[in-house]
């Protein structure tokens, strides 16, 4: 398999993951969320995405930047839906602000990253946040930056892989 074409498909799918598990607060950021879903509908991994990535460019198609700040409402935000904690402290600790985002900060801060507190309001250790960072490590590991690979290979195994079955479940 081709590493380099394996690399790129995760920095796409965690930029994807990484706007549909984040605050929406400005229209424009469906354009970049229907891009991405349209390219990844092209060059889908298998049937199964392919008729998701189908449905859900159909739905965007159909309802727009209104539907898509809804649905994440009532699935992070709304009161009288099931609470579906974000961060990985919460699966790991039970509370927000533990241990895992005490990790990341260090792993944020051995890299050429930083949370810019303006435009992410999200706790580092938010699921949103560390698909991010994983993006923008393996954007880099593809540049030749070989310390952003290792890193990025420590935030998964110590940071996403540890919860990311539990908040798949959460949503399930």
Known sequence: ???????????????????????????????????TID?????????????????????????GYAFLKEESDNVFFNPYSAYIPV??????????DGQKRLEMVNYVLSSKFR??????????DHIGFIVLFLQKLIEEEIAGDTKSALLAREVFENILNPVVDMFI????
Do not use: C, W
Not at 169 to 172: F, I, V, W
């Open 169 to 172: 479940e959460a949503l399930y």
């Open 1 to 35: 398999m081709n590493k380099e074409a394996i690399n790129k498909a995760r920095a796409v799918y965690y930029g994807l993951f990484a706007s549909l598990l984040t605050f929406f607060d400005n229209p424009n950021d469906l354009k970049a969320i229907e891009k």
């Open 87 to 96: 961060t990985a402290s919460f699966y790991l600790e039970s509370r927000d």
């Open 115 to 124: 949370r810019d507190t303006t435009k992410f309001k999200e706790l580092e």
């Open 39 to 63: 390219l990844l509908a092209k060059n889908p991994l298998d049937e199964e995405s392919s008729f998701a990535l189908s449905n859900m460019q159909n739905l965007l198609i159909t309802h």
